[in-house]
């Protein structure tokens, strides 16, 4: 019985795999794309309806001018490598809302970002915006969060459909997917969140260069991050993100690699 259910569970691995653009990363996909593009659309609908959006029109329009650009930077990496029907059903927003306190910004599946103000005074400029930018749009582009809701639909209902869970228990369908996009935390997925901040951070680096943006500053950015946060945040084992030293470092290794695709 036991071997059954390993056997069951390493065909539908091999059978539910897809492969991350750029990194070529083999990754779990037990849901279609088009499924988690529906969830986030309705999620970032209700967020937009429940916050102020930003007013400093010339904040939105730096926000949505960076967001653009990287959407077609992306779209022509994935037409270069035949994968254009990859963002089918990726329906793009960009949206600055008005928040002092969160420094933070998202991108959902199907491309959904959002900016929260706080975050700003950081970026300083267009090129801070695009490395943020860069590296929300990577986790979209990489499936980041279909692949965290497959784990975690596994995890909460063994090997299923997201219709059957949905069918099942709704409301711990809708918790998982909000953790799968980054709303909230769950310490057993943190191992997973890690690895996949570093890889939008690599993924990320490469679309802004290819957008004509420096990718010399992201580091840059991710210092004066650290900066802000005075040494206050958690150790790295506790955190959904890498330390700000082993992001930087990181960063460094991966600028020549990305310079590749830089074009002033």
């Known amino acids: 019985m036991i071997r059954s259910i390993v056997l069951l569970a390493s065909f539908l691995f091999l059978y539910a795999c897809a492969t991350v653009p750029v990194t070529g990363r083999r990754q779990m996909s037990l849901i279609s794309s088009a499924e988690i593009n529906q969830m986030s659309a309705d999620q970032y609908q209700q967020v937009l309806r429940e916050s102020k959006l930003s007013s400093n029109q010339e904040q939105v329009a730096m926000v949505k001018r960076v967001g653009n650009n990287i959407k077609n930077a992306v779209e022509q990496y994935m037409a270069s490598k035949g994968a254009s029907a990859e963002l089918a059903g990726f329906n793009w927003e960009f949206n600055l809302i008005q928040d002092d306190e969160t420094v933070n910004a998202?991108?959902?599946?199907?491309?959904?970002?959002?900016?929260?103000?706080?975050?700003?005074?950081?970026?300083?400029?267009?090129?801070?915006?695009?490395?943020?930018?860069?590296?929300?749009?990577?986790?979209?582009?990489?499936?980041?969060?279909?692949?965290?809701?497959?784990?975690?639909?596994?995890a909460q209902f063994g090997l299923?459909?997201?219709?059957?869970?949905?069918?099942?228990?709704?409301?711990a369908t809708q918790s998982i997917f909000m953790q799968a996009v980054g709303v909230g935390t769950n310490v057993g997925m943190l191992k997973f969140s890690r690895s996949h901040e570093s890889e939008a951070d690599h993924i990320g680096l490469i679309f802004m260069a290819m957008a004509g943006y420096d990718p010399s500053a992201a580091p840059k950015f991710w210092e004066r991050m650290s900066a802000m946060s005075g040494g206050q945040a958690p150790p790295e084992f506790?955190?959904?993100?890498?330390?700000?030293?082993?992001?930087?470092?990181?960063?460094?290794g991966w600028i020549p690699e990305a310079m590749q695709y830089y074009k002033k």
């Open 106 to 154: 998202w991108c959902m599946p199907g491309g959904k970002v959002a900016f929260y103000t706080a975050i700003m005074p950081i970026c300083q400029d267009e090129l801070g915006v695009a490395v943020v930018m860069g590296h929300e749009v990577a986790h979209a582009i990489a499936n980041h969060g279909r692949e965290r809701m497959s784990q975690g639909l596994i």
């Open 238 to 252: 506790l955190s959904t993100h890498p330390s700000h030293d082993t992001r930087i470092k990181d960063l460094e």
């Open 160 to 171: 299923g459909t997201l219709s059957a869970a949905m069918g099942q228990n709704p409301t």
